[in-house]
């Protein structure tokens, strides 16, 4: 009613707001995590110093954001430079996690899947798929940043995601009945697993392992939305890496023998397929006169 909907509004805005300083913070605990975790260091313990003299970040320093424009991006004690990296991923991650709740509210999110389980129950499930897609978006940003500076995916960071989508998807799936949904996410991620394998060993110097343990977590969050997500977001990744690499070899901003990371590739094509991905395969095949139902 006209009268509900301000409520409905203004919870809306409250938990977009919410999201993106959660994100913020987030974002702050993954500047330390990118850097810690490729050289194999706790992410908790020490706590975080300037590289320069050694002193301990105060707490008043260590706002996201805010602190680095306070400083104008220097080190209080010393003076030396702190990498505009830092505010970039706070910024970003609070983008990220912001752009995500104003997904999840909308009509044509995953979230529907509750719609089967009312109540507490749908809350609960609504909750959990929040907190999936979130933890998704951090990793995203957090393996990408990894990944394009050591070539690495760290099992740290991608290992978990198999538990996230076993509960953060399939609980919701469960409660609302939804087997079907549930069937195509665990095929989504054994598919995608299994074909990464394969080019992993046919092609040793293209895939690694990190790219396949990750594919199979990508695979379940694409497969939760269907099979037009899961089908878009695995070629998305081809399409998106082959356009960029060509431009990049073009460029000679890289060269053949050097390498190209593939994750961050197939995190952004998985993105596409799950936020257009049903759009798309829609478009394409309505070329065919073929309706997506």
Known sequence: SARSRPVGDAAAALLMGGSAVLGALIGSFLNVVIHRVP???SVVHPPSACPGCGNRIRPYDNIPVVSWLVLRGR???CS????????L????TALAFLLV???MLSPLSPVS????AAGAAGLFAGGLLLIAYLWLAAASIALTAIDLETHRLPNVIV???YAVAAIGLGVPAILAGDLERLGIMAAGSGILFIAYAIMAVAWPGGMGMGDVKLAGVLGAFLGFSGWAALVVGAFGAFVLGGVVSIVLLVLKRVSRKGGIPFGP???AGSWVGLVLGASIAASYLSLFGIELV
């Open 113 to 116: 899947v509750v719609v089967g």
């Open 39 to 41: 050289a194999g260091q």
């Open 89 to 92: 991923i706070e910024a970003g």
């Open 80 to 87: 030396a430079p702190i990498s505009g990296r830092y505010p």
């Open 159 to 161: 290992l978990p995601g």
């Open 75 to 77: 080190c209080r004690d």
């Open 101 to 103: 709740a104003a997904w």
């Open 265 to 267: 590739w197939m995190i």
